[in-house]
């Protein structure tokens, strides 16, 4: 069975940093675009940040110069790099990814979420 398992989030004063991970575990045969949302309170759920397995990345505008998406060499993890950070980054953040169970069946896949709150 497909899972994402995420670390990283955490509370952190405005300017500072984290790093979020997200972790592939289980039988599959290829992945996909992996990718990084968030959800504030009150807000629908939006893509921050997202990587091809060829490695093209694309991002919010509103955290473009500050987020950093990368995916390690087996592409089984994915990592947020996020610097600069303001308390309109509050939010929950969520590891997304289009994994293959097989050769011609592509599924997503959702991590269970981790809170990133910035605040002084």
């Known amino acids: 069975q497909v899972q994402l398992v995420e670390s990283g989030g955490g509370l952190v004063q405005p300017g500072g940093s984290l790093r979020l991970s997200c972790a592939v575990s289980?039988?599959?045969?290829?992945?996909?675009?992996m990718g990084w949302y968030r959800q504030a309170p009150g807000k629908q759920r939006e893509l921050v940040a997202s990587?091809?397995?060829?490695?093209?990345?694309n991002y919010l505008d509103s955290v473009k110069g500050r987020f950093t998406i990368s995916r390690d060499n087996a592409k089984t993890a994915v990592y947020l790099q996020m610097n600069s950070l303001k308390p309109d980054d509050t939010a929950v953040y969520y590891c997304?990814?289009?994994?293959?169970?097989?050769?011609?069946?592509?599924?997503?896949?959702w991590g269970q979420g981790t809170q990133v709150t910035v605040s002084s």
């Open positions: 997304n990814a289009n994994i293959g169970v097989s050769r011609y069946d592509f599924r997503f896949y």
């Open positions: 289980g039988s599959f045969f290829a992945i996909k675009v």
């Open positions: 990587i091809t397995s060829s490695f093209a990345t």
